[in-house]
């Protein structure tokens, strides 16, 4: 709420500006566990594509939810998370 809207602007212009990361995704070799929200502002195929780049990956969607997933189900995504840190913990 804070944000001019020229805030805003440039931010989206740096966003778009990135370089794709997609290709690096590959060079992921630990447990990972991609979460999003069934109504995320970044499209499911996307963070489908994100799993499937990363081998051995978790995909998780979260109902009732966006972008901001962790603040908006923190029960959920909390529980999740837990379930994916206790299989994944070292031992």
């Known amino acids: 709420m804070k944000m001019s809207p020229a805030d805003i602007g440039a931010v989206q212009r740096g966003m778009a500006d990135r370089p ?10 630990v447990p990972t ?3 999003a929200g069934e109504d995320d502002s970044v499209p499911l195929s996307e963070l489908q594509l994100i799993h499937q780049r990363i081998a051995g990956s978790q995909l998780r969607v979260i109902a009732k939810a ?15 998370l837990r379930i994916f840190l206790d299989t994944h913990a070292p031992g």
Do not use: C
Not at 66 to 80: C, R, T
């Open 20 to 29: 794709d990361s997609v290709p690096t995704l590959a060079t992921i070799n």
């Open 33 to 35: 566990l991609v979460i």
């Open 66 to 80: 966006g972008h901001y997933a962790a603040m908006e189900q923190p029960s959920e995504f909390g529980h999740l």
